[in-house]
């Protein structure tokens, strides 16, 4: 079974009156994510993996490009589901009390979860992960929370291939627009759930 290309959770130009163009994401999804799908199918054609979910091949596989080109596949498909035209601020209900417990304050994840994000060298992203409480994690290249057995709720891309176009190198604008305008919280709160 082929590993298919998930249509975004919203139209391409969604998000450009919250701080990501239509630009940035037809050359994110439409060509990096894409591409990761492609090189993907390519990687497990008549092998034991053709017939796997994305999760078992991201399980089953080794460093190298089996692994970096399932795990970006799952974190980009993570990732697009983590923004929302509607997004942003803080969130209330479970979440937000969660946060609270979890951090002391929404400000306190707020900047711990920015320093991760701008702190992570090269290439990677920054997550709040739940493992046996909510924390915030930092992988490098493809790595992602799902390889170490811990359960990720909310995700940013730090590559600079999904900021570069709309913030060029102020990484810190792109982090902080995504905590002020793009969040979705819905998502995160079932991932919590779930």
């Not at 439409?30 to 993996?49: C, F, Q, R, W």
């Not at 692994?67 to 509607?86: D, E, G």
Request: proline fraction near 4%.
């Amino acid at each position: 079974m082929a590993i298919e290309l998930p249509p975004l959770p919203y139209a391409e130009d969604a998000l450009a009156a919250k701080g990501l163009s239509a630009e940035t994401i037809q050359y994110h999804y439409g060509k990096h994510h894409a591409t990761y799908v492609n090189v993907l199918n390519g990687l497990i054609e008549g092998t034991e993996h053709a017939d796997s979910s994305l999760e078992e091949i991201i399980l089953a596989a080794d460093a190298g490009p089996l692994f970096n080109n399932s795990a970006q596949v799952w974190n980009h498909t993570f990732y697009w589901n983590c923004l929302s035209p509607s997004g942003g601020g803080a969130p209330d209900g479970e979440i937000g009390d969660a946060i609270n417990s979890a951090f002391g304050s929404y400000d306190a994840f707020a900047s711990e979860f920015t320093e991760a994000a701008k702190t992570t060298f090269g290439s990677g992203w920054a997550w709040l992960v739940d493992d046996g409480g909510l924390k915030i994690q930092k992988t490098f290249n493809a790595d992602l929370p799902l390889k170490h057995g811990v359960k990720a709720l909310l995700t940013v891309d730090v590559w600079e291939h999904a900021y570069y176009i709309d913030y060029r190198n102020a990484r810190p604008d792109y982090v902080a627009n995504f905590l002020t305008n793009l969040v979705n919280w819905d998502f995160v709160a079932a991932n919590m759930a779930g």
